[in-house]
């Protein structure tokens, strides 16, 4: 299945890095400087430090090229921010 996965915190990582094996997905993160580190690094430092992320992970920084080809969508965002990730940025 595609799965796109809205959130790059602890959450989001865990769950794309547990079902990356399974299916194909793509993690999105809000913040463009954390986008560019998870792609360098391929680890999430901030949010989940010593798990490396697949390589068959990608990490967009926008939302439409995330979602638009994928299946189904999972939000690992904390529930007081659910609306910010889902707006344009400014």
Known sequence: MKIAVLGAGAWGTAISINLCPRHELRLWARDAEHVE?????????????????????????????????MAMGAAGVPAIRTGAPFRSPS
Do not use: D, H, M
């Open 37 to 69: 580190r998870l792609r360098a690094e391929r680890v999430n430092q901030r949010y989940l430090p010593g798990c490396p992320l697949p390589p068959a992970i990608p990490c967009p920084s926008l939302i439409p090229p995330c979602i638009s080809p």
